[in-house]
């Protein structure tokens, strides 16, 4: 069939024509078949162009995300809960998903490298693993992007944040402070840090650095980043700590880092301390354990003491905006404070400036 489109769409029949004319062949050939069964237009524009029984999950808004544990076991998140969806996905069609799907970032997966992170071409963010890292089966997580969440005042009137936590959070980052959202998975940080970045003024120049592209930004004048595996022959790795090095190059008047993770925390550090305004997000349980993750990440990198570390976060991190997910899928912002000293123990205390009451 991918070679009859191929041919219309060279000759002037084009991707349309083709699949019209894909519809008409299998529908006559239906009635002579009494196995086959008869198709519509969307079901082979999604073999030609999209990604086969899975477009239907992705084009749907109230899907959050989409894993697949075996071919006949899919599951999808709606506001937080879980379904398992029925779906007729052989191996090999669920192979095929994937490798298109890598198409487009122009990442690998095989036995020597079993971990792959993409993006799709609308954002949403791939990730799969491989056997034998799995016991058997391809394992694929796809989290969707949201395009119906862009701004602050979107974030109100889901009653994400609340108007007055909404309110200081536009003063602060227009004024040019650097805020470390925090949360667990899906407690919609990513979100957030997309939402602030709208309230910046056009004349600020953004950079954002991540593992994998998921950072949206309608800004003027922003360059995006993202980290790349070694080659197979174990070379050509760029890390998220050489793109933080690399961005600082660019003149930025605002850095952006899509997650903290590593001992990339302690360049951004150093990059926050020399006048470069930031956002960052970061997997952390309170703002208070945000912070001290902080600490502990910058510690990876080696050289550097607690006390050091300590006070370049109260000099830095001027807000900490912890994000949560109820047990009925709201997303909210909880909880707003800021790193305000140091112990005598070189712990860091917190000023609370805004709590959800």
């Not at 792959?116 to 058997?136: K, Y």
């Not at 502990?296 to 080696?302: K, N, R, S």
């Not at 949560?324 to 899928?329: A, E, P, V, Y």
């Amino acid at each position: 069939m991918v070679s009859r489109v191929r041919r219309a769409v060279l000759t002037g029949d084009g991707v349309d024509g083709a699949i019209a004319s894909e519809v008409r062949r299998e529908n006559e050939r239906s009635l002579r078949d009494p196995v086959a069964h008869e198709v519509s237009e969307s079901e082979v524009s999604q073999r030609i162009s999209g990604f086969g029984p899975l477009q239907p999950l992705l084009d749907d808004p109230s899907i959050e995300e989409i894993w697949i544990n075996e071919p006949t076991a899919v599951f999808v998140a709606r506001s937080g809960r879980h379904e398992r969806i029925a779906t007729d996905l052989t191996v090999d069609e669920l192979r095929t998903l994937v490798e298109r799907m890598l198409r487009h970032s122009g990442r690998r997966i095989d036995i020597s490298q079993p971990f792959v992170d993409a993006s799709l071409p609308d954002g949403s963010r791939l990730h799969v693993v491989i056997p034998p890292i799995t016991r058997e089966h391809w394992s694929i997580n796809i989290r969707k992007f949201s395009r119906s969440v862009r701004t602050l005042d979107d974030l109100v009137a889901r009653s994400t944040v609340t108007p007055d936590a909404g309110e200081l959070l536009s003063n602060a980052v227009r004024r040019g402070h650097t805020v470390l959202v925090s949360g667990a998975t899906q407690a919609g940080k990513t979100t957030m840090v997309c939402a602030l970045l709208d309230e910046l003024e056009s004349a600020e120049r953004i950079v954002t650095v991540e593992e994998t592209f998921e950072i949206a930004s309608t800004h003027i004048d922003v360059v995006g980043m993202q980290c790349r595996g070694a080659s197979l022959d174990g070379v050509g790795e760029v890390t998220l700590r050489r793109l933080v090095k690399e961005a600082l190059r660019m003149r930025p008047t605002r850095l952006v880092v899509g997650e903290v993770r590593g001992d990339e925390a302690l360049d951004l550090l150093v990059a926050l301390n020399s006048g470069i305004p930031g956002l960052c997000t970061i997997h952390a349980n309170s703002a208070a354990d945000a912070v001290r993750k902080l600490v502990t990440l910058c510690q990876l990198a080696g050289g550097v003491s607690e006390v050091f570390v300590a006070s370049t976060i109260v000099a830095t991190i001027d807000l900490v905006v912890h994000c949560q997910m109820n047990s009925d899928g709201l997303r909210r912002v909880v909880e707003i404070s800021r790193p305000a000293s140091i112990s005598p123990a070189a712990d860091i205390e917190m000023e609370s400036l805004w709590a959800l009451t």
